[in-house]
Nanobody
Framework: VQLVESGGGSAQSGGSLRLSCSVS????????VGWFRQIPGKEREGVAS???????DYTESVKGRFTISRDNAKNTLYLQMNNLKPEDTAMYFC?????????????????WGQGTQVTVSN
């Protein structure tokens, strides 16, 4: 399974970015996928997750600003990020859980992309 992120970059506070993650190497994309982020010196944290039924979960700090979605026909995961804040600055990773069922627990995710940097300035 391979995951490749794109869409990162720089934005000003209050701006928007859309991240994409292309998933390949699987026959049936029926598992839970999510976005995580990490800044140097800190642990990776979950941002948002979505399962194949469309159930979602968001970390509190991004609720109402970020939207996770998936296009099962294109095997692509998205993260629409609006009203960005400087504290959203991080490396963003997409990941896929190897098991079935919904999960937002980092340890349940077996497959990871290489990450894309998001930088938000005042």
């Amino acid at each position: 399974v391979q995951l490749v992120e794109s869409g990162g970059g720089s934005a000003q506070s209050g701006g928007s970015l859309r991240l994409s993650c292309s998933v390949s190497g699987i026959a049936h994309w029926s598992f839970c996928v999510g976005w995580f982020r990490q800044i140097p010196g800190k642990e990776r944290e979950g941002v948002a997750s979505i399962d194949d039924h469309g159930a979602t979960d968001y970390t509190e700090s991004v609720k109402g600003r970020f939207t996770i979605s998936r296009d099962n026909a294109k095997n692509t995961l998205y993260l629409q990020m609006n009203n960005l804040k400087p504290e959203d600055t991080a490396m963003y990773f997409c990941a896929a859980a190897g098991g079935t069922g919904f999960t937002s627990t980092l340890e349940d995710y077996d497959y990871w992309g290489q990450g894309t940097q998001v930088t938000v300035s005042n």
